[in-house]
């Protein structure tokens, strides 16, 4: 049924649509090797330029070598940048707002993380 449909159709009609498949698949090979390239490209790329982050933690096993700023770090949430040596660059509080310290990584603002005795007191906002 079909062959008797087609004998109807003419040739030129029939040569078109043969070339316009030809194309489609053309254009999506073209398309697939293209993605393929890409990928390629990226695993490559990251093969050579491997993402890394560098995380360091300290575990202290007897509390007679904490660091004076760790009581900080610890009630407060404050988060202590550090250079390569160890040294104390900076510090942020939990909301991301930079904390004044001294060299020691204590806060300099003792009204809003320490009493009058000098022990921690809580947070006043």
Same mark, same amino acid.
């Given at each position: 049924?079909? !062959? *008797?449909?087609?004998?109807?159709?003419?040739?030129?009609?029939?040569?078109?649509?043969?070339?316009?498949?030809?194309?489609?698949?053309?254009? %999506?090979?073209?398309?697939?090797? !293209?993605? !393929?390239?890409?990928?390629?490209? =990226?695993?490559? /790329?990251?093969?050579?330029?491997?993402?890394?982050? $560098?995380?360091?933690?300290?575990? /202290?096993?007897?509390? #007679?070598?904490?660091?004076?700023?760790?009581? /900080?770090? $610890?009630?407060? &949430?404050?988060?202590?940048?550090? @250079?390569?040596? &160890?040294?104390?660059?900076?510090?942020? #509080?939990? #909301? &991301?707002?930079?904390?004044?310290? @001294? +060299?020691? &990584?204590?806060?300099? @603002? +003792?009204?809003? /993380?320490?009493? !009058? @005795?000098? =022990? %921690?007191?809580?947070?006043? *906002?």
């Amino acid at each position: 049924m079909a !062959a *008797e449909m087609l004998r109807d159709v003419p040739e030129q009609e029939i040569a078109g649509v043969q070339r316009n498949r030809k194309w489609i698949r053309i254009a %999506l090979t073209a398309c697939l090797a !293209a993605v !393929a390239v890409g990928a390629c490209g =990226t695993v490559a /790329y990251f093969i050579r330029y491997p993402y890394t982050a $560098e995380i360091t933690t300290v575990i /202290y096993e007897d509390e #007679d070598h904490i660091p004076e700023y760790w009581k /900080y770090a $610890e009630k407060y &949430g404050l988060s202590y940048e550090m @250079d390569e040596e &160890g040294n104390i660059i900076s510090a942020t #509080d939990r #909301d &991301g707002n930079t904390v004044e310290i @001294d +060299q020691n &990584g204590i806060p300099l @603002d +003792q009204l809003k /993380y320490e009493s !009058a @005795d000098g =022990t %921690l007191s809580e947070e006043t *906002e």
